[in-house]
């Protein structure tokens, strides 16, 4: 995917396999390569499967999202599409850290509070917590971030700033093609001393739903076993007017 502007990119070493994704060096030093696999996981890595196409269409919808997250001025590590399921990435120094909004209630807000699924929230709302699997994911709050030198304040109030200007840019992206942003993920690191968002927009990491039907467009399929994963995860490929192959 390189023209004449664009020099090719030489692939180096695996630097890290992930539940879904895989992190190899380039010969640019200051670059990763993201290889978005098939591999869906969910319930920290209990429940596996491969997903044809997966790999594919979300790293497509990533780099759409994620460039669409630039032009409304969120400083994101997203460089450029190097294949089908191949980005080219920022290399940052990840925060071991998940910033999750809400907009509405579902997954572990409702299991923890007792909420019920689909409650509207008068004001969305902001979550840490600490990414680590062996530990489930555990819910944190800013302290536990400076404590344990997790961030910094100045990083806390960068990552909590970052995440609600995305969700003002995401909830209206999705509202215009009929789909309703419930919640998502996100994950930031340093490059040169600045926070920037790194990681994946993509199904696997939001809830989306259709705002008419409620019809889970998102990794809910996979994690309940509703069937159709790949097809929903195309249909928002496809209503954002992503092109896949
Ligand atoms: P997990 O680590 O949860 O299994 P993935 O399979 O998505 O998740 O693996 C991708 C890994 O790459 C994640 O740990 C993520 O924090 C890391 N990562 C994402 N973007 C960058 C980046 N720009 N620089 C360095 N690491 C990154
Ligand atoms: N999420 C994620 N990775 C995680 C945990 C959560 O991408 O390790 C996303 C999840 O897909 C959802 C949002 O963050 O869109 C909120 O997840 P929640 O806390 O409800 O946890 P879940 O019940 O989905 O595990």
Redesign the pocket.
Known sequence: MSNDSTPAVVKGEEL?R????T?FHCDDPSR?I?HFRNDT?AFD?EKIEQLNRKGEINNRINAFVMQKLSAAGVNT?FDRLLSAEESL??????LPVECVVRNIAAGSLCKRLGVEEGLELETPLFEFFL?N?ELHDPMINDHHIRLFGWGTQQQIDQMQQITFAVNDVLKKLFADIGILLVDYKL?F?DFEGELVL???FTPDGCRLWDAETRKKLDKDRFRRDLGDVVEAYEEVALRLGVPLD
Do not use: F, N, Q, R
Request: hydrophobic share 30%; glycine share 16%; proline share 0%.
């Open positions: 890290y992930g539940k879904a994704k992190v990763l993201l996981s890595g590590h990435v920022k290399k940052l120094d990840m990414k699997d994950e690191g790194g990681d994946e």
